[in-house]
């Protein structure tokens, strides 16, 4: 069974650029969630997916943002990127999203760097 | 609110040494409690995990038990390998959070032959 797969892996972008990450999750998982990881702040839930809608977000500014479609791929989408967007950004899949009985599992990961 | 802490690293240790790693956690409610483990350039595994109080996760040879009383969960291995060289990430989610986790700081572990 295919694992998480994030694309691109590794990205590089300039202060005031957007980008968008794509999360494919495990073959009937339908709630997705994403984290980014810094050396300062740790791991920090972003949000998470279930169905095509938001059922929970973290506290990040708006420029944050995200979506999952039908097929239950997510992308997540950082406009006007700062220097302290610079992150690897997981993603997580599961069954149904309940932590009690799924398991999350990540991916890889997205390694942003902003300049 | 919810929050996760762990000891600081890296922890180094030589191979079949005992190994602990400590961690406790604020939360409302009864939280389902998990061990993360990440290696180099890959994204983070999940350990063991357990659900409610005095359960034990185990897998691999690690384990950790749920303790209300202490509000604590930490990790434990009789004997460790060089390939448990990773960083370890205790972590909760409260009831009904939909996967909205809550991470410790992570410890690094070293283990030397």
């Known amino acids: 069974k295919a694992g998480v797969t994030q694309t691109p892996r590794y990205l590089i972008k300039t202060r005031g650029q957007q980008v968008t990450l794509s999360c494919s999750p495990i073959?009937?998982?339908?709630?997705v969630s994403w984290y980014q990881q810094t050396p300062g702040q740790g791991l920090q839930f972003l949000f998470e997916y279930f169905s095509e809608t938001q059922r929970n977000k973290g506290n990040f500014p708006g420029r944050f943002s995200g979506r999952q479609f039908s097929n239950s791929r997510s992308e997540m989408n950082v406009s006007t990127l700062e220097l302290g967007d610079s992150a690897l950004y997981l993603c997580?899949?599961?069954?149904?999203?309940?932590?009690?009985?799924?398991?999350?599992?990540f991916g890889p990961g997205t390694r942003l760097t902003v300049l | 609110g919810n929050s996760v802490t762990q000891m600081e690293g890296p922890v180094t240790l030589s191979e079949e040494a005992f190994l602990t790693i400590n961690c406790t956690y604020t939360?409302?409610?009864?939280?389902?409690l998990f061990w993360y483990v990440q290696y180099p350039g890959e994204g983070l595994q999940l350990l063991l995990k357990?659900?409610?109080?005095?359960d034990k996760g185990s897998n691999k040879g690690f384990e950790a038990t749920y303790r209300k009383e202490t509000t604590s969960f930490h990790l434990e291995k009789g004997s460790v390998q060089v390939s448990d060289s990773a960083v370890y990430f205790c972590a909760l989610s409260g009831l009904y959070n939909f996967n909205k986790f809550y991470f410790g700081s992570g410890t690094k572990l070293n283990v030397k032959p």
């Open positions: 357990a659900t409610k109080a005095d």
């Open positions: 997580a899949s599961s069954r149904i999203g309940d932590s009690s009985t799924d398991t999350q599992y």
């Open positions: 073959s009937g998982h339908r709630s």
């Open positions: 939360a409302t409610g009864y939280p389902s």
